[in-house]
């Protein structure tokens, strides 16, 4: 009996799935065209063209670039793919509301000047988070809160 596999392991078997049908089709990609393209020219023989359809129909089927799909790298999603990035619409979201993908595009560039200065800011904003929150915490104490404050209600 099967047994069932968790998120992670099925959206890795999905993109090592497609990874493999790219491979198929880069490797027929040539032979498939040539076998389409005799297959439409009017001047063969009709004979030699359907010859050429029974070679086409006999590659292998993932080796058409149709059934490649465009995979989350993430979470293997096929559906609203950037093809920029590679992932899709809602690990994007969640990456850009997190500051990692400007993060993650920056250090893929060269160690010039204005990415360096550009990739210092976001964990420098970050670790402000932690040096600014316990002194607004100090502040806000001296602001009556409607909730905690007892002489509000």
């Known amino acids: 009996m099967r047994e069932k596999l968790s998120k992670k392991e099925m959206s890795d078997q999905r993109n090592i799935r ?19 393209a005799f297959c439409k020219d009017s001047d063969l023989p009709s004979d030699m ?13 993932n080796s058409s670039f149709a059934r490649v799909r465009n995979r989350c790298i993430s979470t293997g999603r096929p559906h609203s793919v950037y093809e920029f990035f590679r992932i899709s619409r809602i690990v994007f979201h969640g ?25 210092q ?33």
């Open 18 to 36: 497609d990874h493999k049908r790219r491979l198929l089709a880069a490797k027929y990609e040539l032979r498939r065209k040539l076998y389409k």
């Open 49 to 61: 063209r359907d010859k050429l359809r029974y070679k086409l129909s006999k590659l292998p089927i």
């Open 95 to 119: 990456l850009a509301s997190r500051d990692r993908l400007l993060l993650g595009r920056i250090g893929c560039q060269p160690v010039e000047a204005p990415f360096v200065t550009i990739g």
């Open 121 to 153: 800011i976001p964990p420098f904003v970050f670790f402000l988070f932690f040096v600014i929150t316990p002194i607004l915490g100090r502040v806000g104490r001296g602001i009556p809160n409607s909730y905690t404050d007892e002489t509000n209600q």
